[in-house]
């Protein structure tokens, strides 16, 4: 189990860039599959984008809506992860919440990840 923290939302408009980081517990860190989600007022949680380390390799996933402009990192000796995202859109707008999983590599579905934070809000003025 981990715990969960989310920063870096903000209000920004519609081109710009915000960098969303998840700074989490444990000193296990490097074992858990981590993931972006958002979720709108009324929309169900949707997968943005989710990183593992198996063996000495790093893999990423992204939803094909954001992969373009998003990019997910992670810095195991901060126990953080990041999401740095360009070219922000209206329909980004949304909280954004960090996820983890010891189970799971390479999971878009919310049902995989035992642990969440509180997310932070996105808001993309148009």
């Known amino acids: 189990q981990v715990q969960l923290v989310e920063s870096g939302g903000g209000l920004v408009q519609a081109g710009g860039s915000l960098r969303l980081s998840c700074t989490a517990s444990?000193?296990?860190?490097?074992?858990?599959?981590m993931g972006w989600f958002r979720q709108a007022p009324g929309k169900e949680r949707e997968f943005v984008a989710t990183?593992?380390?198996?063996?000495?390799?790093?893999?990423?996933w992204y939803a094909d809506f954001v992969k373009d402009r998003f990019t997910i990192s992670r810095d195991n000796a901060k126990n953080t992860v990041d999401l740095q995202m360009y070219n922000l859109k209206p329909e980004d707008t949304a909280n954004y919440l960090c996820?983890?999983?010891?189970?799971?590599?390479?999971?878009?579905?919310?049902?995989?990840?035992?642990?969440w934070g509180q997310g932070t809000q996105v808001t993309v003025s148009s």
């Open positions: 996820a983890a999983t010891l189970r799971v590599a390479g999971s878009s579905n919310p049902n995989e990840y035992d642990d």
């Open positions: 444990g000193r296990t860190f490097s074992n858990y599959h």
């Open positions: 990183i593992s380390e198996i063996g000495v390799n790093t893999y990423t």
